[in-house]
């Protein structure tokens, strides 16, 4: 009866999960999704004007300095004035977007490395040279890492991770579901920052200035909170490999009948050489720059945080990428000239072609909400009620992250979400003490537990086939249900972290508070 008990629950969550499924397929492709709301803000905006909906709120005088009531009535979009001056701002919207540049630079650099095959060779060496104790947290590990270049480890790294555990007698499945945990789970933790940490915090400084026009979020603004989450999330992702989902796998009964090496070959070797010497005498000159306080790239007072350093930080890690890319690539004889380095720029930039349409059609809803002051007057309105029905603070943090975790199995694509999102939340939170860096972390933690178990994620499909490699039957049910256990543990560990980073008041990063002076 129990087991019978059993399994009608599992088909319940397998068959909740398929609805998911379905409903995200159905759901129009993210750039249209931009296109509508923003025809809704316009129309919604139409209506609040008419009916004279407005808000009064304080606020400093920055001429005077003195607290002030303000009074903010929404604008009708639909007006003749403001159909012309809508038209006008178009093009600067999109080319004036904060994420625009930032991801467009960082991506030179990344495409380099990861087009040259010096991230493919690192991530293959590391798991490589893992000491069989310790091969289930260096997959979860390398599959965090990995994801600085976005895609290369869902394609290099998910496989090898089978094939690794293979190889010293363990269940391939548990491979594949260790390394997919930390390639798409911990796809906000990371020692270093990544392609799209730019990205979110350009859709954060947007959504700040709607509330503080001098308000700019560092692409570092949660480099602290992940840093240490890298730890946690490799620490859960190896006791749930370890203890649950390779025990419910039981033995692999399957045949071995693949290259297991992870050996490099010789034109690699050289090009990991290269690499190396390429990345420690670029580090040297930066450190040479920086460390001493009277340093080409220190402030004009010798500090820090507000230097010309943190200020081109983009360039700086691009550059990290680019030059040991070009190195690995003469080493190995993947880059032969610099057209061959221009043409994996190309590349790179062809292949985030999907994120720079979404951007243009974000950008003009970001814009269109903050013109109609909507976007005020709902962040004005929510953070009085929520205030007078005090679900303030860390209750309402991590209803945030749980809405987030939710709202991704239907909408899988990060910087969509966060761009309807942000110019919402932002504020609000921001009015009720708490800073956009705390909002866009929270917002980052639901992104990423919820990613192994959305079908709707556009790898999910590609780890199905990984799956079926190794059991022929395994379909989108077999891969929800071995990654149902790291969902739940990410989410709850990761919950744990940011309360410990909340209550103790410790910055997400360099310069990035945990609260804003309501």
């Known amino acids: 009866m129990s087991k019978n008990n ?194 979110f915090a350009g859709m954060s400084t947007q959504a700040a200035n709607m509330l503080d026009p001098n308000y700019t979020v560092s692409p570092l603004c949660n480099w602290f909170f992940m840093f240490a989450s890298t730890f946690v999330i490799t620490a859960i992702g190896t006791f749930v490999t370890n203890k649950i989902v390779e025990p419910r796998l039981g033995k692999y009964e399957g045949a071995i009948d693949e290259d297991t090496s992870t050996e490099l070959s010789p034109a690699e070797k050289r090009g990991m050489k290269f690499a190396g010497i390429a990345a420690l005498i670029y580090i040297a000159l930066i450190a040479i720059t920086v460390v001493p306080t009277n340093g080409l790239l220190r402030g004009a007072d010798g500090g820090f945080l507000h230097s010309p350093f943190m200020s081109g930080i983009i360039f700086i890690m691009m550059l990290l990428f680019l030059i040991p890319g070009i190195a690995y690539g003469v080493g190995a004889g993947t880059i032969k000239s610099d057209k061959d380095v221009v043409e994996l720029m190309t590349k790179g930039i062809q292949g985030i ?28 309105a929510g953070a009085n009620f929520l205030s007078d029905i005090g679900f303030v ?52 933690i639901g992104d990423s537990c919820t990613n192994i178990i959305a079908p709707t994620m556009p790898f999910f499909v590609l780890t199905v086939a990984f799956f079926q490699k190794y059991k022929k039957d395994a379909g989108i049910g077999t891969v929800i249900s071995t990654m149902l256990p790291y969902s739940i543990c990410f989410l709850i560990g990761w919950i744990a972290l940011f309360t410990v980073f909340y209550v103790l008041g410790l910055p997400l990063g360099p310069g990035s508070p945990m609260f804003y002076p309501a």
């Not at 555990?165 to 579901?177: N, S």
């Not at 809803?365 to 002051?373: A, E, G, L, Q």
């Open 6 to 199: 059993t399994l009608e629950k599992k088909g319940l969550v397998i068959r909740a999960l398929d609805r998911v499924e379905r409903i995200g397929n159905a759901m129009p492709n993210p750039a249209t999704i931009f296109l509508i709301l923003t025809l809704a803000v316009m129309v919604i905006s139409a209506i609040c004007a008419n009916a004279g909906v407005s808000v009064t709120y304080e606020a400093i005088n920055t001429t005077t300095g003195n607290v002030e009531e303000v009074t903010v009535a929404a604008v009708n979009l639909l007006s003749v004035d403001s159909i012309r001056t809508l038209i006008t701002k178009l093009v600067s919207n999109f080319t004036g977007f904060f994420a625009l540049g930032t991801v467009f630079t960082i991506i030179l650099g990344v495409s380099v490395a990861d087009g040259s095959g010096l991230l493919a060779s690192l991530l293959r060496k590391a798991a490589g040279s893992a000491p069989k104790t310790l091969i289930t947290a260096m997959v979860v590990f390398l599959g965090i890492m990995s994801n600085i270049a976005s895609s290369t480890g869902y394609v290099v790294l998910v496989p090898l991770g089978a094939i690794l555990f293979m190889a010293v007698g363990r269940h391939p499945i548990a491979g594949l579901a260790a390394a997919f945990a930390g390639v798409s789970g911990g796809w906000s933790a990371n020692l270093l920052i990544g392609t799209n940490d730019p990205m």
């Open 353 to 380: 072609s999907g994120f720079m349409v979404l951007i243009f059609f974000a950008a003009q809803f970001t814009n269109f909400f903050t013109f109609s002051n909507l976007g005020t007057i709902l962040s004005v």
């Open 393 to 444: 603070g860390l209750p309402l943090v991590v209803a945030l992250i749980l809405l987030t975790a939710i709202i991704n199995l239907f909408i899988a694509v990060d910087s969509a979400k966060w761009a309807i999102m942000a110019p919402v939340f932002v504020p609000m939170f921001m009015r009720l003490g708490m800073s956009p860096e705390l909002t866009q972390v929270a917002y980052r």
